[in-house]
């Protein structure tokens, strides 16, 4: 059951340049959608979300940008920091569901100084 | 900040044991989960509890799993007989209303089952 797809195990970007990680599902039903960011040995901590009736959301250096029609996102980071290497997981839910979030497998990100 | 504690950090137990995991969620939240992490897997959801009672849960959480929030604070998951394939880490998280899926993890309790 690959409803949420993280094609990427893992992406090394350069410091102060751009992070750009990708998401991809299959459930139209699918309202809410978070990105949440683990650290070694920590559960994992929630980053940046996005509501099926927006396109864009932006917090600081985070960007997440929604493509419904391609059932698609993406976490951009701008600019990358050492302190953001960890592993990316990408989750989707339905509101009215009991919050139940199906995960992607992770992309560990590695930001070279 | 306040946050979702679990213990143990890691329990080592013999097959065929009972287990149980404890968290202590964030004290005014209402809905609580447990999810789990086999190694170099994805994040699965295993059940939710809310009012009291189970609201959702997965083709994981078998009759071998039970959830239970003993008294006002602390939130378990019990597996009954463990198996091999049970080790994992396990994660609690709650969150205070259900319109949004911005859940508060904790630190996840490592299960080796032998």
């Known amino acids: 059951d690959q409803q949420v797809k993280q094609n990427s195990p893992s992406l090394s970007v350069q410091e102060g340049r751009i992070s750009i990680l990708n998401c991809d599902y299959t459930?139209?039903?699918?309202?809410?959608f978070l990105w949440y960011k683990k650290y070694p040995a920590e559960g994992p901590t929630f980053l940046i979300s996005?509501?099926?009736?927006?396109d864009k959301n932006e917090d600081g250096r985070f960007t997440v940008f929604l493509n419904k029609s391609a059932k698609h996102l993406s976490l951009h980071i701008v600019p990358s920091q050492p302190g953001d290497s960890a592993v990316y997981f990408c989750?989707?839910?339905?509101?009215?569901?009991?919050?139940?979030?199906?995960f992607g497998q992770g992309t560990r990100l590695t930001i070279n100084p | 900040e306040p946050e979702v504690t679990q213990t143990p950090s890691h329990q080592v137990t013999q097959m065929g044991q009972e287990v149980i995991l404890r968290c202590v969620p964030i004290?005014?939240?209402?809905?609580f989960y447990w999810y789990r992490q086999i190694l170099g897997q994805k994040v699965e959801f295993l059940v939710s509890?809310?009012?009291?009672?189970?609201?959702?849960k997965s083709e994981i959480f078998d009759d071998q799993f039970s959830v239970e929030r003993p008294d006002g604070s602390n939130f378990t998951l019990k597996i009954r007989s463990t198996k091999l394939e049970d080790s994992a880490m396990y994660f609690c998280a709650s969150i205070r209303t259900s319109n949004t899926g911005e859940l508060f993890f904790g630190e996840g309790s490592r299960l080796t089952v032998l």
């Open positions: 996005i509501s099926s009736i927006k």
């Open positions: 509890f809310y009012n009291n009672e189970i609201s959702e």
């Open positions: 004290s005014n939240h209402l809905y």
């Open positions: 989750a989707a839910s339905v509101i009215q569901g009991a919050q139940k979030l199906v």
């Open positions: 459930n139209s039903m699918f309202d809410y």
